[in-house]
């Protein structure tokens, strides 16, 4: 069974049945459940976990509040989600399939290196603005990255505490 879920108003991504055929039609297979890329959905569990595993921690991660775990999608591809009850027996299982939201997202190449073109990445709603993505030219993406973490710092103040903070004492 494919899990349909709604994120932030927009429909949750449901996947093909040619995906559950390619897993081999088998009945105890783990659910499939898409989420998109720097986006987090809202799962309701059936009982308190005692525990939660990530197959690949850089692919999607998750938080917990309650009977409520949210689901964040972190970086393309797919891995599985595993949660276990406090007496440490499954109670959900899910194949995790992380995706861009690629109707937003524009890629620009140029001819660049002796490796091939080089792409930038712009999210475009309407207007377009550098985001950083995997396999992004790294110039472009290390002065974007450097970019949003000094934003980062600015909005939460670390960058001034930073700069004035004491030496501490000897």
Same mark, same amino acid.
């Given at each position: 069974?494919?899990?349909?879920?709604?994120?932030?108003?927009?429909?949750?991504?449901?996947?093909?049945?040619? $995906?559950?055929?390619?897993?081999?039609?088998? +009945? &105890?297979? !783990?659910?499939?459940?898409? *989420?998109? @890329?720097?986006?987090?959905?809202?799962?309701?569990?059936? +009982?308190?976990? %005692? !525990?939660?595993?990530?197959?690949?921690?850089?692919?999607?991660?998750?938080?917990? &509040?309650?009977?409520?775990?949210?689901?964040? %999608?972190?970086? $393309?591809?797919?891995?599985?989600?595993?949660?276990?009850?406090?007496?440490? &027996?499954?109670?959900?299982?899910?194949?995790?399939?992380?995706?861009? +939201?690629?109707? @937003?997202?524009?890629? *620009?190449? @140029?001819?660049?290196?002796? *490796? %091939?073109?080089?792409?930038?990445?712009? =999210?475009?709603?309407? &207007?377009?603005?550098?985001?950083?993505?995997?396999?992004?030219?790294?110039? $472009? $993406?290390?002065?974007?990255?450097?970019?949003?973490?000094?934003?980062?710092?600015?909005?939460? %103040?670390? +960058? =001034?505490?930073?700069?004035? !903070?004491?030496?501490?004492?000897?």
């Amino acid at each position: 069974m494919i899990k349909s879920l709604k994120c932030c108003g927009l429909a949750g991504v449901v996947l093909s049945s040619a $995906f559950l055929l390619s897993m081999g039609g088998n +009945a &105890n297979a !783990a659910e499939v459940l898409a *989420v998109e @890329s720097d986006r987090s959905i809202m799962i309701t569990m059936p +009982a308190s976990p %005692g !525990a939660i595993v990530i197959g690949n921690p850089s692919i999607a991660d998750v938080s917990v &509040n309650g009977d409520k775990m949210f689901l964040h %999608g972190r970086g $393309f591809g797919q891995t599985n989600l595993i949660v276990m009850d406090l007496n440490g &027996n499954k109670i959900m299982d899910y194949e995790l399939v992380v995706r861009n +939201a690629a109707e @937003s997202v524009v890629a *620009v190449y @140029s001819p660049g290196s002796l *490796v %091939g073109p080089l792409r930038r990445s712009y =999210t475009c709603l309407p &207007n377009c603005e550098a985001q950083l993505q995997v396999g992004d030219d790294s110039i $472009f $993406f290390g002065v974007t990255h450097k970019q949003n973490e000094d934003k980062l710092k600015l909005g939460t %103040g670390n +960058a =001034t505490a930073e700069a004035a !903070a004491p030496a501490a004492p000897q």
